[in-house]
């Protein structure tokens, strides 16, 4: 089984900037999806962001403009860059890979949007 783990969380002020990383343990089936979500305190998981193996790329509305999300297919990781932060953004998020109707998780990671 693969795992996944995702690097690069942590204490941002409003308005800053994260990248986050996700690695998987070992390669991975061509046709996947790779993905970014985030649960805040009380509240449901939510996607934030998907890759295709293709390349496609998906984003939840309100991140557009400011979130990139991209892979590297040859190390097996899948980045979320983020600009512009909003304090609501705060959150753990979770790397997600998906092969056909299988679903793997990482042990996700915070991020904090605060003064």
């Known amino acids: 089984q693969v795992q996944l783990v995702e690097s690069g969380g942590g204490l941002v002020q409003p308005g800053g900037s994260l990248r986050l990383s996700c690695a998987a343990s070992?390669?991975?089936?061509?046709?996947?999806?790779m993905a970014w979500y985030r649960q805040a305190p009380g509240k449901e998981r939510e996607l934030v962001a998907d890759i295709t193996s293709g390349g496609s790329t998906n984003y939840a509305d309100s991140v557009k403009g400011r979130f990139s999300i991209s892979r590297d297919t040859a190390k097996n990781r899948v980045y979320l860059q983020m600009n512009d932060l909003k304090p609501e953004e705060t959150a753990v998020y979770y790397c997600?890979?998906?092969?056909?109707?299988?679903?793997?998780w990482g042990q996700g990671i915070q991020v904090t949007v605060s003064s």
């Open positions: 997600n890979l998906r092969i056909g109707s299988s679903s793997t």
């Open positions: 070992r390669n991975i089936y061509r046709i996947n999806t």
